[in-house]
């Protein structure tokens, strides 16, 4: 059975940097394409990460590009995304996912991806 355990959330601050890392069971990271996405309230889940599995060629939103990373330690069967010059905007539930066949042209659609995470909760405020 497939687990994706996401944790690192919190109450940050304008400006501040955080790291998510999200846990696998069941399935090896290293075979899969890994993403994060992450839903404010009131609003759809959105795009903001995502590592392809065959070459680990790593893919950004624009609105995070430049700010956030993600990376992948094979070894523990974890992800990570790094997130530097948090907003307001920023602030969601950031959900871990992963998928092993999806096609590179849905790599931005969360419908491709078979394993989610719980979710782990982000608050930017002042």
């Known amino acids: 059975q497939v687990h994706l355990v996401e944790s690192g959330g919190g109450l940050m601050q304008p400006g501040d940097s955080l790291r998510l890392s999200c846990a696998a069971s069941g399935l090896s990271f290293s075979r899969f394409t890994v993403a994060w996405f992450r839903q404010a309230p009131g609003k759809e889940r959105e795009f903001v990460a995502a590592m392809f599995r065959s070459y680990g060629r790593a893919y950004y939103a624009d609105s995070v590009k430049d700010r956030f990373t993600i990376s992948k330690d094979n070894a523990k069967n974890t992800v990570f995304l790094q997130m530097n010059s948090l907003t307001p905007e920023d602030a969601a539930i950031y959900y871990c996912?992963?998928?092993?066949?999806?096609?590179?042209?849905?790599?931005?659609?969360?419908?491709?991806?078979?394993?989610w995470g719980q979710g782990t909760q982000v608050t930017v405020s002042s």
């Open positions: 996912a992963a998928d092993s066949t999806l096609i590179l042209s849905s790599l931005r659609s969360a419908a491709a991806y078979d394993y």
